[in-house]
């Protein structure tokens, strides 16, 4: 018993240790940081000031998060219309096919995404495989501009985060009693109804929790929108990564950076209060 709790409290202690010195004081850092001023030599000057919060509100930097949070809203919409079809086919396939089309889903987290990214970059350049393949086959006279667009970034968004989307679906449809369709089916409700009214609420945690997954990276990609979209399309990520390595305005950057994770702190906040209502919802 005593080396139980030796282990638990050693585990508690280090995990604890870890969060505090790679989590917690990063934060730390990174708020009293955004109530500073900007130095031009030193960085930051240690005078406090509200400034870099109040120029959040600037209609052009508005401009920047409301387009970054569109973006990322339809690479989560996209990914969800695609996601929840596959993941329902995935679940409900026999065993052994199964396990190899979750194989295929899960392949893509052995290779970093920054190099997917690239293959991406790859397949979309002007002389790149898509291309050559539509003039091969006469259905364009000229290369095509895919490359350095909204849709190049929004296509980067959606083939890295897609795995993200379909792997809480799977784990929440595969548990879907299925005598719940055959009962439906026996009090006469169609596929239609069946979907919206079993299928829907019940994997509604899923759903929650898939689009989380993908909309909340999606803000901070900023590596996808420097090598797709060629800083055209500027998401948070790469605002802030601008404002701390070209514009040196640390103050700014961190302001930044807390108000991207007061929002995706919000963001768990509401998911973790809808799974509590769900809960309460079906205990009722």
Known sequence: MKKHNLFKTLTIGLTGAWLGVFVFLPFMMILITSFLE???????????????????????????????????????????????????????????????LLLLVIIPFWTNS???TYAIRTLLATKGVLNQALLYLGIIDAPVQLLYTGSAVTAGLIYILFPFMVLP???????????????????????LQTFFRITIPLTLPG????????????????????????????????FIKNQFLDA?????????????????????????????????ERIG
């Open 38 to 100: 900007r130095d031009e030599t030193a960085f930051i000057r240690l005078n406090f000031s509200t400034t870099s919060y109040l120029r959040l509100i600037d209609p052009v930097y508005l401009n920047v998060f409301g387009h970054s949070l569109f973006m990322a809203l339809v690479a989560t919409i996209i990914c969800l219309l695609f996601g929840f079809p596959f993941a329902y086919l995935l679940a409900r396939t026999r065993p052994g096919l199964r396990h190899f």
């Open 248 to 280: 040196r305005d640390w103050p700014f950057g961190a302001a930044a950076s807390v108000a991207m994770m007061i929002l995706m702190g919000l963001m768990m906040a509401a998911y973790f209060a809808s799974i509590r209502k769900i809960g309460k």
């Open 114 to 116: 920054l190099i997917r």
């Open 169 to 191: 679906l799977f784990a929440v449809i595969e548990k879907i009693d299925a005598s719940l369709f055959e009962a439906a089916n026996d009090l006469g409700a169609n596929r």
């Open 207 to 238: 759903i929650i929790a898939g689009s989380l997954m993908v909309f909340l990276p999606a803000l901070g990609m900023f590596y996808v929108s420097d090598l797709l979209g060629g800083a055209k399309d500027l998401l948070v990520g790469n």
